[in-house]
């Protein structure tokens, strides 16, 4: 069983930064590629960001393309996502999920694993 925890979240203005991190008790993550995923109000939940186990391959939603990064530190079992330029439509709950794959694909019923989510809120 793996346990993951978000954290980072807060109110921000637009324009901000915020760097969210997820850890984990239990296994290491180094065994899981991982990704982020938001839900915003009344919408369905939506990938953000992947890592593979290694960290070698990323992969992004064309709507967070270089403003989001997601990174990961198997040392610290913990895996983050800095957000730039943070905008009103940011907003929503943010989710990290842990996926056995190699690979961590868009596809949120392929992990297996999920936090309880840090909530993110930008002001215009």
């Known amino acids: 069983q793996v346990q993951l925890v978000e954290s980072g979240g807060g109110l921000v203005q637009a324009g901000d930064s915020l760097r969210l991190s997820c850890t984990t008790s239990g296994r290491t993550i180094s065994n899981y590629a991982m990704g982020w995923f938001r839900q915003a109000p009344g919408k369905e939940r939506e990938f953000v960001a992947g890592i593979s186990r290694s960290a070698g391959i990323t992969s992004y939603a064309d709507s967070v393309k270089g403003r989001f990064t997601i990174s990961r530190d198997n040392a610290k079992n913990t895996v983050y996502l800095r957000i730039n330029s943070l905008k009103p439509e940011d907003t929503a709950v943010y989710y990290c999920?842990?996926?056995?794959?190699?690979?961590?694909?868009?596809?949120?019923?392929?992990?297996?694993?999920w936090g309880q989510g840090t909530q993110v809120t930008v002001s215009s």
């Open positions: 999920a842990a996926d056995r794959s190699v690979l961590a694909g868009q596809d949120a019923s392929r992990y297996d694993f």
